[in-house]
């Protein structure tokens, strides 16, 4: 019942932002007062006789009276210039009635004092005139160029700015919406076979439908309909009893659009997908519900053609976020800005051992993005190769080099993907590199993390076989998390275990982790390889360690990843 007068609320909402921009109320009422002080201030000091001295100089009082004439003429002045039509109106009749009493004063006390005045007054009618007027055309300009900052030239139908303006005032209202991104299916080909004209007829026909069908308030709920670009409209649904009505409603709106629509004798059978975020359910940030209900509409689009409707879950948004990664890889390969951060790892003693060549991928604002968000995104979309490659080079080139100039005997960890590892021409890449830059597999260590020997162990075995064979030496990392069976162990060819960080953390906790660890370690001593702990941070940890006979450190209390010009002062000033 009520629905009626909420419709118009939202074009009004849209009108009415130019006014908010006005001064506070409280001014307004503040220059009408200190107007009318200052009629009383003229009037009592122009009839004063007194005199004050000021600085030792004598004054008679009513040579002020100009000064506070001057207050009032700018209290005037600033209502006509600060609130439009009001302000004049209101100074108008401050200054009117005056005018009787000034007559009088005049014409029938002959009180000839009064005529500056009078002259006074008129002139200030003039000038606040000549204000409003000329305010008047500057708003119907500001007008003009707002209406069309807020519309869609083509359909007629307010834009994306005006969306986001009309959730501005719903939010601050604490009202619930909807926000729901339309694209229409398969509009291109309309396009690409009639026209771009009938493209246009056809736009226009749809959002005429659905101002129409917003407007008949027929959906039960307060539609606001809105296009977005191209092909894309937004649709924001307030006034609903439960989320149940949000689904309707969108309905009520496919439905419509699936009605033939005939343009120049030619019938057009269109459909469309959904995507919808609701307020302040998944987010009560005006961006984060854009980013959401079009994150929505793509993963209905991605599932194929027919028209779908669907809310936003954080599913949808992580497919998204992928999407951005997998673009920032893309380019990031494209204009060779992958970089590499090497650890250090040392022995028990603090001495270098070597270092781990770590995958570093820059933002766009040049923050780093973790390897943990974008190396499981490469991995599914198949770059992850690329990226492999590009840190093993980085990485053979600064190991080559050091060695020459310093001849440091450390050792190089890389780190492999199964997907990578897997492929028929990995050997003879790998090989190319090191022949490139001069360097012996003997001081290479592939790191394998240790899911490969249960996912895919044959192949695994064999190509670590490959790898040995060449001289390359072999850690299995990430130990621990896995859960390998000690046969596979036994039989992988490796030298290095790298106990997982996750068992180093809890070894302060309980005294079974640290029975764990050591347990770890001595099942490697047993197979005669090697271990080295991740993630140490302490020396604490580094202590017991220690004492469980623990081969080697990699972590945060000895060396953090770096650049590879500090890892070359640190190979340089090695003890
Ligand atoms: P990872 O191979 O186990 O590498 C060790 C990770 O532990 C690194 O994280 C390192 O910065 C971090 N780390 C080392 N010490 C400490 C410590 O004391 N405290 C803490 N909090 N962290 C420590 P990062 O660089 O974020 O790499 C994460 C994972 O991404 C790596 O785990 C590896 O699996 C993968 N990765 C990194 N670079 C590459 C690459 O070039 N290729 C492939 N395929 N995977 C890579
Ligand atoms: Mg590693
Ligand atoms: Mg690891």
């Known amino acids: 019942m009520a629905k009626q007068p909420e419709n118009n609320r939202v074009d009004k909402t849209l009108r009415k932002l130019s006014l908010e921009k006005e001064a506070p109320k409280g001014v307004f009422v503040l220059l009408a007062v200190l107007f009318v002080f200052s009629i009383f201030l003229t009037s009592s000091i122009s009839r004063s006789e007194a005199t004050a001295v000021i600085f030792g100089i004598p004054f ?144 226009k026909a749809v959002a005429d439908r659905w101002m129409s069908l917003a407007n008949s308030l027929k959906t039960g709920t307060v539609d606001f309909v809105a296009r977005s670009t191209g092909d894309e409209f937004l649709i924001i649904i307030s006034g609903y009893g439960s989320l149940d009505d949000i689904e309707r409603t969108i309905t009520d709106y496919k439905t419509d659009l699936e009605r033939k629509i005939t343009i120049d004798d030619c019938d057009y059978y269109l459909s469309a997908c959904f995507g919808y975020a609701v307020c302040p359910e998944d987010s009560d940030v005006i961006d984060n519900l854009f980013t959401f209900s079009d994150a929505a509409l793509h993963e209905t689009k991605k599932k194929g053609s027919g028209s779908r409707v669907m809310r936003f879950t954080p599913d949808v948004f992580s497919t998204e976020v992928s999407l951005e990664i ?78 020459a100039e310093t001849g440091a005997d450390i050792t190089m960890s890389v780190n492999v993907s199964v ?98 660890v050591a347990m770890i370690i001595s099942i490697g001593h047993t197979l005669d390889l090697k271990v080295i702990s991740e993630g140490v941070e302490s020396d604490d940890q580094v202590n017991v360690l220690k004492s469980i006979g623990c081969d080697y450190i990699q972590g945060y209390v000895w060396g953090k990843p770096m650049p590879l010009e500090e890892a070359n002062r640190l190979v340089a000033s090695r003890k």
């Open 326 to 403: 997998e673009r920032k890889i893309r380019s990031a390969l494209t204009d060779n800005k992958i970089l590499c951060h090497l650890q250090p790892q040392y022995d028990m003693d603090h001495h270098l051992r070597g270092f781990e060549a770590l995958a570093r991928l820059k933002d766009d604002n040049g923050k780093f993005i973790s390897p943990a968000d974008f190396i499981p995104v490469a991995e599914k979309t198949g770059l992850v190769d690329r990226i492999d490659m590009r840190v093993f080079e980085l990485a053979v080139q600064f190991i080559g080099n050091v060695t």
């Open 60 to 203: 008679e009082i009513k040579s002020f009276t100009g000064i506070s004439s001057m207050l009032g003429n700018i209290c005037l002045i600033c209502l006509a210039m600060l609130y439009r039509k009001t302000g004049y109106l209101t100074a108008l009749a401050l200054i009117l009635l005056q005018f009787p009493l000034m007559f009088i004063n005049i014409f029938i006390r002959s009180n000839y004092g009064n005529i500056p005045g009078l002259f006074n007054n008129i002139l200030i009618i003039l000038a606040i005139t000549f204000i409003y007027f000329g305010n008047r055309k500057i708003q119907a300009y500001q007008n003009h160029i707002r209406e069309q900052a807020v519309t869609d030239r083509l359909t007629g139908l307010p834009n994306r700015f005006a969306c986001s303006e009309l959730m501005q005032d719903l939010l601050k209202r604490s009202e619930r919406f909807a926000i729901v991104s339309v694209d229409l299916n398969d509009f291109k080909s309309i396009n690409d076979t009639m026209g771009h004209e009938t493209g246009d007829h056809v736009l």
């Open 419 to 516: 997907r990578h590892l897997m492929k028929n021409n990995f050997i003879d890449d790998i090989r190319r590199v090191l022949r490139n830059y001069n360097v012996s597999p003997s001081i290479i260590e592939i790191e394998i993390t240790e899911s490969i020997m249960i996912d895919s162990a044959d192949n695994a075995l064999q190509r670590i076989d490959e790898l040995k064979q060449l001289g390359f030496k072999v850690a299995i990392d990430d130990f621990g998390t896995g859960y390998s069976s000690l046969s596979y162990l036994n039989s992988f060819p490796t030298d290095m275990l790298k106990i997982d960080k996750s068992f180093i953390d809890n070894m302060s906790l309980n005294e079974s982790s640290k029975q764990y």
